[in-house]
């Protein structure tokens, strides 16, 4: 749908009208996919909560004129692709674009010190003003900051075991215009180089070389002969918080790569990047190290609409979806279970459930802290594929999580095998306790609530293998035979700990 189709229809002025002439709409022709598919995407951030709250307010002005107008309808219509789907295979760990993609199992699990590159960046027509002292106290300070630095959320959800560390240097200024790299299009077009972001980054790169900026090949965390985090921070917005009709003159914060890498020292390369605005905080930073680094994807809707089902994945109860933006992005929220256990970060303790003796066992869950005990489990079944298995975890209000929207045990299930596309088969999903499937609507301003944890605020203190009630949720994998987990006497103390009794059920 085009612009002028877009005031037709409504007879009111959309804020967002201009996305309808963006690749960043969903509403393109085979065509336009076909050549889409040629080139590589961007990988960026959702649009902030603002940004949903502007599209909400326009669309209560469309519904007098429309009646029986759904939100959705209303997003349909306008073109618009909701904040976890509106680009195709954004913030995937690889350098090069690809189809699609299981979920992402690292390469090598990341412990000890990680050195991070940052490079600011201004341009003749938006210079930098903060001082170079600010990013260092965001991005690497101790305990300096009230909300924390991004040293000290990985600090915390490592358990000690990640020690983030680095160098910025700048303001350096760029041989082109911010206008030229931003090109009306957020520089987030790939067939618009060399106006567009990885040109940015490519000057960034010659520019820092040539004023003697050293590349230590301590940069390369993961062994491959790249620099694992290259931070670009440019003066100027970002545009994932800006008004949708001015966005097209900032840019769009993401993960990318370059579209020629480039030695920077013996046997190092900068390859891929990440780049944010001046105004950056601790979330965006954080989530975007996540896929640098940690190789995690995102973990909502990838696929930008394709299939006609978007979803929020693990809303906010994960960094590396909607947590990112926990304390409006002052205090992100932790990583999920599974991406914590793929780094080794957190004790894992794996049950199979057919294999408790009596067919029965009671656990208590301590909650998250640095002190010793905290652990996650993986139940497996004989029901399940090798892929699948569930993981609970116990999260509480405090430290980094302290924005949560609520509290007690999580229940996810993990298939390894699957991608995040659709809310039928994802790779990683919240069982949510009450039933009310809000993660997978995208379209209701709900990306998690204290309902989803157990017992949480609905005090649900059972998880069975089959319900009768279709939207009461279950230990099975949909399409599989039955699980015969069952979880009951979910309890949770004052003190954060939760308790519950496994059951087994042979089934036939």
């Not at 991005?139 to 020690?163: A, H, P, Q, T």
């Not at 900032?250 to 579209?259: P, Y």
């Not at 995690?296 to 979806?321: C, H, I, Q, R, V």
């Not at 994802?426 to 944890?453: I, K, S, T």
Request: with cysteine; glycine share 8%.
């Amino acid at each position: 749908m085009n612009y002028k189709k877009c005031r037709a229809f409504f007879g009111i002025p959309l804020i967002f009208a201009s996305l309808c002439t963006y690749t960043f709409a969903s509403v393109v022709s085979s065509e336009e996919k076909e050549a889409q598919s040629k080139y590589s995407f961007p990988k960026t951030v959702p649009p902030s909560p603002q940004v949903i709250s502007w599209l909400y307010a326009e669309y209560l002005d469309a519904n007098e004129k429309v009646e029986k107008l759904t939100f959705k309808d209303y997003l349909k219509l306008a073109g618009y692709v909701p904040s976890c789907s509106h680009q195709e295979g954004r913030d995937n760990v690889s350098i090069e674009s690809s189809g699609i993609r299981r979920i992402s199992i690292p390469s090598k699990p990341v412990a000890g010190e990680l050195h991070v590159k940052v490079l600011l960046i201004d341009f003749k027509d938006k210079v930098g003003r903060l001082p170079r002292k600010h990013y260092e106290n965001l991005l690497f300070s101790d305990k300096k900051l009230l909300s924390g630095s991004m040293k000290d959320y990985y600090k915390e959800v490592s358990l000690d075991k990640v020690s983030i560390k680095g160098s910025v240097h700048g303001w350096l200024r760029m041989p082109n215009p911010y206008s030229y790299y931003t090109n009306g299009e957020s520089g987030g077009e790939w067939g618009s180089y060399p106006r567009n972001a990885p040109r940015m980054a490519e000057d960034a790169v010659k520019v820092a070389l040539k004023k003697g900026i050293s590349f230590e090949k301590e940069l390369d965390v993961l062994d491959n002969g790249i620099i694992t985090a290259l931070f670009l921070i440019h003066a100027g917005s970002g545009a994932e918080r800006l008004h949708p009709s001015i966005r097209g003159n900032d840019i769009w914060s993401h993960k990318w790569n370059l579209r020629t890498p480039i030695q920077v020292s013996p046997g190092l390369h900068a390859s891929t990047y990440l780049t944010v605005p001046h105004d950056c905080d601790v979330g965006v930073c954080s989530h975007e190290l996540g896929h640098l680094a940690f190789q995690w994807d995102d973990f909502y809707d990838p696929n930008y609409d394709e299939d006609g089902k978007t979803w929020d994945g693990s809303g906010m109860w994960d960094l590396m979806a909607s947590g990112s933006y926990g304390g409006g992005g002052a205090r992100p929220v932790h990583p999920a279970a599974l991406h914590k256990m793929q780094h080794k970060w957190v004790e894992t303790e794996t049950i199979d459930a057919s294999t408790m003796e009596g067919d029965k066992m009671s656990l208590t869950l301590p909650p998250f802290t640095t002190m010793p005990g905290y652990k996650i489990i993986k139940l497996t079944s004989p029901a399940f594929k090798p892929t699948q298995y569930l993981l609970l975890e116990n999260r509480m209000r405090v430290g980094f999580d302290s924005r949560l929207p609520g509290e007690g045990l999580l229940v996810w299930k993990v298939d390894e095998s699957k991608e995040m596309f659709s809310p039928d088969s994802p790779g990683l999903q919240l069982v949510q306790a009450d039933g009310q499937h809000d993660l997978e609507n995208a379209f209701d301003d709900n990306q998690g609530d204290g309902g989803d944890p157990f017992p949480g605020t609905k005090n649900v203190v059972d998880l069975n293998d089959e319900s009768r009630d279709p939207a009461r949720p279950i230990t099975s994998f949909k399409g599989g035979a039955l699980s015969g987990i069952n979880l009951s006497d979910i309890t949770r103390a004052l003190s954060g700990e939760v308790s519950f009794t496994i059951t087994y059920i042979k089934r036939d």
